[in-house]
């Protein structure tokens, strides 16, 4: 079997059952309260992390290149209350954009 | 701040504000569009690593998570199964105390819960979120169906195209998902504890990057959400 099948067969099989660990496992369960003071802030805390890990995350290394005025571009959108799609091809127009020019 | 203690409030919203699939699809049409690109981005780019059409559009249609299939079929190329493996894994850790808070929604037999549990992604999750922190599953079920169908379908489109598409960085695709969470990180910011783990979040992320795989900043950044335990 080819690697590439390999990884795929690997990775989808982890990722299908880390999916399924609360519905299947916890399903119908309460989480103790400390538990949940925790998981109320995952979503602030990981959407931040991949907001900045997709921004300026290279290969082991701090990129600083033309995403960063897309997505200053976006933030501006977000301040307008622009819809989503708004947002997003903003970011991918000016980043587009900059990368033309530069 | 203590919303997320009682559980009895849902039922209260569940009957004043009903929710629907068809709301949960309404609502992220407009990621869905981004998705379908990305769909088809990731035929593209996974083709340079050595993935043909089929192998793209079964890894769309098994994992369903972007970044990881990015991660695995980028790091496939240089870092070898293993590190691929474990690079989207990692990545897809999050999905674990993910699904918990939204477990105790889903209801029928082990089959349905885990068939459901797949339409799990960042966005779906977030949409879903509702102002007294806890989770609508008509709002998850309904967007992640949309959000599936755009990403399988458009990584077939993509497929299709094969890699006469050029470079997905030319068209500053790059920043569009960045764009996204930060629009979907907004309305999460909630309270100051909110803004707290958020900023938390950001900065592990950040200073990690630098000495750890892709994916283990992500899931490091989890260690923010402690500061739910310190007293205000």
């Known amino acids: ?24 496992l916890f399903g119908g369960r309460e989480l103790p309260l400390a538990l949940s003071a925790v998981l109320f802030l995952l979503a602030p805390a990981l959407l931040a992390a991949l907001v900045v890990t997709q921004a300026v995350g290279g290969d082991r290394q701090i990129v600083l290149d033309e995403r960063l005025l897309g997505i200053g571009a976006a933030a501006v959108a977000i301040v307008l209350r622009l819809p989503l799609l708004a947002v997003v091809i903003v970011a991918a127009a000016v980043t587009a954009g900059v990368r033309a020019l530069s | ?22 709301e949960g699809a309404r609502r992220i049409a407009p990621i869905g569009a981004a998705a379908a690109v990305f769909g ?33 079929a980028s790091v496939l190329e240089t870092g070898g199964v293993a590190a691929a493996v474990a690079a989207a894994v990692l990545l897809n850790a999050r999905y674990a105390p993910i699904s918990v808070t939204v477990g105790d929604q889903f209801r029928g037999s082990v089959v349905r819960r885990l068939l459901e549990a797949q339409l799990i992604v960042d966005e779906s999750w977030a949409l879903s979120r509702r102002s007294d922190g806890r989770y609508d599953r008509r709002l998850l079920v309904g967007g992640g169906l949309v959000l599936y169908v755009c990403w399988v ?26 764009a996204l969470f930060l629009a979907l990180l907004v309305p999460q910011v909630t309270s100051r504890r909110a803004l707290a783990a958020a900023l938390a979040g950001g900065v592990i992320a950040l200073v990690l990057i630098p ?22």
């Open chain 1, 1 to 24: 079997m080819s690697s590439v099948w390999i990884v795929i067969i690997l990775v989808g099989a982890a990722t299908v059952c880390l999916k399924a660990v609360g519905p299947v």
């Open chain 2, 153 to 178: 379908g458009g990584t077939a489109l993509g497929a299709l195209v094969g890699d006469r598409l050029g470079d997905p960085e030319r068209y500053g695709l790059d920043a569009a998902f960045p």
């Open chain 2, 1 to 22: 701040m203590r919303a997320w203690r009682s559980g009895s409030t849902s039922r209260v919203i569940g009957s004043t504000t009903r929710t629907t699939y068809r």
């Open chain 2, 40 to 72: 088809a981005s990731f035929a593209v780019l996974s083709h340079t690593a050595g993935f043909d059409g089929l192998a793209a559009i079964v890894m769309s249609a098994t994992t369903f998570a972007g970044s990881a299939q990015f991660a695995a």
């Open chain 2, 211 to 232: 000495f750890v795989p892709a994916g283990v900043p992500i899931v490091a950044a989890t260690a923010a959400c402690f500061i739910g335990w310190v007293r205000t």
